[in-house]
């Protein structure tokens, strides 16, 4: 019998029925070519950070966290492959060694780059896509059990707008190629004022800065503004905030945060321009009912359009909201309360956070969830990548 095995938060626990790390791709091979002639279902594990049960199974729990290479780097058209077990950290942190970057990073850095990828997991910037826009090349474990190859430029554009955000339900990537930036660094700024002057000022600062983002203090109805910019660019000053915090360096450095404190969260992506609306219905209905069990920061980020097929930003310029608690604290109630205005708005649910949208209600929210659908069932058509989870709730198979 497996081992019980925990996410980041502590919030979803269970027993696989096999929990398997193999050390390398062919041994992964044969991981799934057994699973194959058992019948048994196989999901892939990644850091846990996430909140949602992607990974709950009673079959085969797969881990690569042995698969952290970085290889066949090209500084010049700024491209590599890396090992599909390698965290945010430890990938921006190798790739740095080679010149090479990140776009961007989330707000922390514990992920695997895999499972944000297949996620659809962001930081922000108006201007910057998601991390699974870096996604142009994959050697991927497939439901016959063969290991096959798949690029952009061979596969086509509409393979890959349907696999860089696919839930791990395509296959067992074990290696991933990257469309990376030359490396650069960033200066960051933090800054405190209250929440009635970020948003009297919050389009100047989307639209002026790299990164920017804010979190809101229920208790205090206070705001941190963060702001991130290359050396002399973007906003400078506010006069109407207090600096609280500066720090320069390397991008991988400066964008994510160290946190010692664990939560679980809520988020959904809303278009651009309903933000503010959906922000302000948000903090009136915290402040009326949660105010006193919930010390947690709202959190308001942007991200650009995209067209993968289940991407919470396709077809549009993206604002998300997330809603965090204390790791071990009651959190549903508060969450199924505000998902309502989220959904008034037209949110998205982040694929990797808590939710309770069932597929007829999902599969209404993208254009082309049919043609992702069907792509889906075509690479893998026994289901063996896939869990109760996404059979029932995403999918709506049973």
């Known amino acids: 019998m497996a081992e019980i095995w925990s996410n980041w938060s502590g919030s979803l626990k269970f027993t696989p029925g096999e929990l398997a790390e193999p050390g390398s791709e062919e041994e ?31 079959s085969v729990l797969l881990s690569l966290g042995k698969f952290k290479s970085v290889e066949n780097v090209d500084r010049e058209n700024s491209t590599a492959w890396i090992g599909t077990g390698l965290t945010v950290k430890e990938g921006g942190s190798k790739l740095l060694e080679h010149g090479l970057s990140l776009h961007n990073t989330g707000d922390v850095d514990i992920q695997c780059i895999s499972g944000a990828i297949s996620t659809g997991t962001h930081g922000t910037g108006v201007k910057l896509k998601n991390l699974s826009s870096m996604l142009i090349g994959c050697r991927m474990i ?35 190629k990257l469309r990376l930036q030359p490396a650069f660094e960033l200066e960051r700024r933090e800054w ?10 919050l389009d100047e600062l989307i639209s002026k800065n790299r990164n920017f983002d804010f979190y809101w203090y229920p208790r205090s109805d206070l705001v941190k503004l963060r702001i991130l910019n290359e050396k002399g660019k973007g906003m400078q000053t506010l006069d109407y905030a207090d600096c609280v915090e500066e720090k320069s360096g390397w991008a991988i450095d400066v964008l994510p945060k160290e946190r010692d404190l664990k939560f679980d969260e809520m988020e959904y992506a ?14 009136k209905r915290i402040k009326d009912r949660f105010r006193k069990t919930v010390a947690w920061r709202v ?28 790791a071990g604290f009651p959190f549903m109630e508060f969450f199924q309360s505000i998902e309502p205005v989220f959904l008034d708005h037209g949110g998205r649910p982040h694929w990797g956070k808590k939710h309770t949208l069932q597929s007829s209600a999902i599969r209404k929210m993208y254009p082309k969830w049919e043609d992702f659908f069907k792509l889906r069932a075509e690479m893998d058509p026994r289901g063996i990548f896939m869990n109760e989870h996404l059979e029932k709730q995403i999918f709506g198979l049973r």
């Open 142 to 176: 497939c439901a016959d059990g063969q290991i096959r190859e798949f690029t952009e430029e061979k596969d086509g554009k509409e393979f890959f707008d349907a696999l860089r955000v696919s839930l791990g339900s395509f296959g067992i990537m074990t290696k991933m």
């Open 28 to 58: 992964a091979k044969t991981i799934v070519e057994k699973a194959l002639e058992e019948g048994r279902k196989i999901r892939v594990a990644g850091a846990g950070h996430s909140s949602s049960p992607l990974v709950v199974t009673n």
């Open 192 to 201: 405190c004022t209250h929440t009635d002057n970020c948003l009297e000022h």
């Open 270 to 283: 809303l278009p651009l321009e309903a933000g503010p609306d959906c922000f302000r219905e948000v903090r």
């Open 299 to 326: 959190l308001y980020r942007t991200i650009e359009a995209d067209d993968y097929h289940i991407s919470p930003c396709y077809g549009r310029d993206t604002v998300t909201i997330s809603l965090h608690q204390n």
